[in-house]
């Protein structure tokens, strides 16, 4: 069968890494149906293909618009994710229940595969957030044998959530905190690059017979301090960093949780800074699916120029008047 007469399921599609997905496997000529909340919020995404390509389709994520959502469809993969709990937002109902009920409707519907996005450092961490994305791997790995998992560590890309935020309270707050003294370890990785092991994961069969966990991470191992550096030398700013012990982050991380709105830090995200966030070495690599991880230095120059101060072309207009 060719693509073109191949359906698959994107759960999360409107998201950050859901975006590129459905962008990636539009571009292979794949039919698209993205599952979400509010289909309208998907309607931009039919840009990224033909007329009629990519379809969003209403999901309340209830067994039965799951069912439906995945009936039909060759393949599925899901890219939900919360990074914190607030109102009837659970990481048990959004990492542990949704995923199992996909892998449930997979098996019914005789899907070919389902690709998850999980999470790295997992199983050494102790957050709520970290134990719930295991949770959810073993309730697929119980409910549907044709799965792959991908672990990607921090994602970075233009609507990242991570430099972007970093970035933004470097060009507002005075100082700049260190939780936990700044020397938690990253291995970010590309948002395309992620997208690209989700592709591989659908269409490379050599690659599934290895294993059913990946873990995806860029080529530099790189300090929460070394991260905050450099994002300063991109845009400019000169802040003064501060030292912030777990237990006092999570005492702040507790009364930020408790104002309105999405909050800047969680207890949960502190314990998750107390482990590290790169390769395991456990479960084959973004380079075992033949993908070579592009560098940061690459992407995250270009899209932080927009939090330089007075613009990307300050630099320029002041040499103009010089
Ligand atoms: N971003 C990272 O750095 C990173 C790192 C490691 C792992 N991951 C994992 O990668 C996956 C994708 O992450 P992402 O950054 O793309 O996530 P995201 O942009 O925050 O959200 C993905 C989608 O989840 C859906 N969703 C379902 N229930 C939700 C709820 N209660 N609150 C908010 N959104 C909800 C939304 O789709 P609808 O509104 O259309 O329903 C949303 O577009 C997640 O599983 C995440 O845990 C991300």
Redesign the pocket.
Known sequence: MNKQEQTICVF???????RYVVQKLAHQGYRIKVA???PQ??YFLRTYGVVGQIVPVL?D?SEDSIKAAVKGCDYVIN?????YEKGK?SFEK??ETLPENIAKACAKENVKKLVH????GIEDSQSKYAKS?LDGEKAIAKSFENHIILR????FGPE???FNRFAKMAKLSPVLPLIGGGKTVFQPVYVNDVAEAVKTAIENKEINATSKVFELAGPEKISFREVLERIQAIIGTDRAYISLPFWLAKIQGFFLSLLPGEPMLTVDQVKSLQSDNVESGKSPSLQDMGIIPTAMGLVVPRYLERHVAGGKFAASRKSAKV
């Open positions: 999360g599609g409107t998201g950050f890494v859901g979400s909340r509010s919020s998907a999901c994520y890219t939900v994710g919360i990074l937002s959004t990492h996005i999980s999470a790295l994305k990607p560590s921090i994602i990242d959530d991570f």
